[in-house]
């Protein structure tokens, strides 16, 4: 089982340039109901989107949708997010815990739809470096906060980041999920560390899942090189509703 839903999680997380740890913790929660606590899952969760992150950063930057100075900047305020995050999630409750993820989901879910970015700005080809200060503005501490998220639910920050720099920078949504994508394996390596030194990780089942999420995150970052951008938008939406009804499933049951 855990091999087989890192494989489809890699899939939809290099199609839509996110972790999968929003898809991977409601999957985990039908698959094992009761058997873990929140606190683990995320940990799982952390280790797939890391092998994830590394597999699809790479596609994504051979396809030239990755900025890695762009990546390496936002990394700079996420990271320290991330770590706090992941040491934070050993002691918050989960009730706590779920109330947070439906509400990250539901904003994040109106900010990607609120309205239609002007494509005469996005930057279909143009340059994503230097950032300009009216973007430094909002971009750093929106990182960090993304970071902390990314580490308490062991997630890379994605489903966040994308969302944002396309509503907010018009970055066009391919390279937007490139860039999410970068961002992915930045904050895994920050949230693999704290949840380990937690001990939030149980090793097995989490190298099963990596090692499975490896293979499928490499054919989703090819296969969304061809998909249409409002297929991705849609996908991206139905992962952030999935999520949420999972979480409320689980508060009440």
Not at 60 to 82: D, E, K, M, T, Y
């Amino acid at each position: 089982i855990f091999s087989s839903l890192g494989l489809a999680v890699g899939l939809l997380s290099g199609l839509l340039g996110i972790g999968g740890g929003m898809i991977l913790i409601p999957a985990l929660m039908v698959c094992f109901s009761r058997q873990y606590t929140l606190a683990q899952l995320t940990g799982f969760a952390a280790l797939q989107t890391l092998a994830a992150g590394l597999s699809g950063s790479f596609v994504h930057w051979r396809a030239g949708n990755l900025s890695w100075p762009f990546v390496l900047w936002i990394a700079l305020f996420a990271i320290p997010g991330a770590y706090l995050g992941g040491w934070l999630t050993a002691w918050i409750p989960e009730i706590g815990l779920l109330v947070m993820l439906i509400m990250m989901q539901g904003l994040n879910l109106i900010l990607f739809w609120r309205r239609k970015p002007d494509t005469t700005l996005a930057l279909a080809d143009a340059p994503f470096w230097p950032i300009v200060p009216s973007v430094q503005k909002w971009l750093a501490p929106s990182s960090f906060i993304i970071g902390v998220i990314a580490g308490l639910f062991g997630i890379g920050g994605a489903v966040f980041m994308v969302p944002l720099l396309h509503d907010r920078l018009h970055v066009c949504l391919r390279k937007a999920i490139g860039i999410g994508s970068g961002l992915v394996l930045m904050t895994a390596v920050a949230t693999v560390t704290s949840k380990i030194q937690s001990g939030q990780v149980a090793l097995m089942p989490a190298l099963m899942l990596a090692f499975s999420g490896l293979l499928g995150a490499w054919i989703g970052a090819r296969l969304s090189r061809v998909a249409s951008a409002g297929l991705l938008k849609i996908g991206l939406s139905g992962v952030m509703v999935w999520g949420m009804v999972q979480a409320a499933l689980r508060m009440w049951v």
